[in-house]
């Protein structure tokens, strides 16, 4: 609708992957180890990247310590996955999304909208795999594999309405479920127990940031005067914190505007 009315936008990078689920326990002993437990201690997280011989680079982001993996779809037909922690984070998982790189080069056109249109077929994608609104899941140890899974291990998923095990390699873009492949014995270098073998996958993350950018001036305000784009779904923030900074300088903008 906005496109329509004229309203400048372009093409802009983001990224897409999954939700990595792992008990919570085992996290805090990878980091805390022989304090793991300790009252005095928060549930552990953490913040992983790392960059493949394939050029591209995966990265954890919103990681939710005894959260949980939450639905996240905007539309019918589509499966999205996002993370929550409540405020006590005493739930039995930690979740985070792992994420690859995207560039408007993987997109199938030159419309700005053109990655939303891709974004959308992997949503698709992820709820034609299920016939529905279960999200695919899979063990890591599978994934890696390249088999499908059975049922679950150790970790138990969190998401509701609930997941059906699969194979993820038949909904995922073959340059992603590489790049997380690739990615998975990296990152357990860096935290033991990361890329364990019954930690699940469970996908599609696809909503981290927007894959369009509306254009705005020194003022903020786009080429419709008076309307101001900001944080992420006008592609000018990645996380919630990045986002109501943005929002705080539109508002600074809005109030110059009104009252010089």
Not at 104 to 127: I, K, N, T, V
Not at 221 to 248: F, K, T, V
């Amino acid at each position: 609708m906005l496109h329509r009315a004229g309203l400048h936008m372009e093409q802009k990078p983001f990224a897409v992957g999954v939700r990595i689920e792992h008990r919570q326990s085992d996290m805090d002993a990878a980091q805390y180890r022989a304090l793991a437990g300790h009252p005095s201690l928060p549930p552990s997280t953490y913040k992983l990247s790392c960059h493949l011989d394939n050029g591209r680079s995966a990265f954890s982001f919103c990681v939710c310590p005894g959260g949980q993996v939450v639905a996240a779809a905007s539309e019918t037909g589509r499966t999205v996955t996002n993370g929550m922690s409540e405020y006590a984070r005493d739930g039995e998982n930690i979740n985070g999304a792992l994420l690859v790189n995207v560039t408007p080069a993987d997109f199938p056109s030159a419309h700005p909208l053109a990655g939303m249109a891709w974004q959308r077929q992997l949503e698709e994608a992820a709820y034609a795999l299920t016939g529905g609104y279960n999200a695919p899941c899979q063990r890591v140890e599978d994934f890696l594999l390249g088999r499908p899974t059975t049922e679950a291990g150790w970790v138990k998923p969190s998401y509701r309405p609930g997941v059906a095990y699969t194979d993820l390699h038949r909904c995922l873009p073959p340059f992603v479920a590489e790049t997380i492949a690739g990615a998975l014995p990296l990152l357990e270098r860096k935290i033991r127990g990361y890329a364990a073998p019954d930690a699940l996958l469970t996908a599609v993350e696809s909503r981290s940031s927007s894959p369009v950018r509306i254009h705005r001036d020194e003022t903020y305000q786009c080429n419709i005067r008076g309307l101001y784009p900001c944080g992420e779904g006008a592609g000018y923030a990645g996380g919630i914190l990045s986002a109501a900074a943005d929002g705080m300088r539109c508002a600074e903008q809005m109030i110059k505007e009104i009252r010089p």
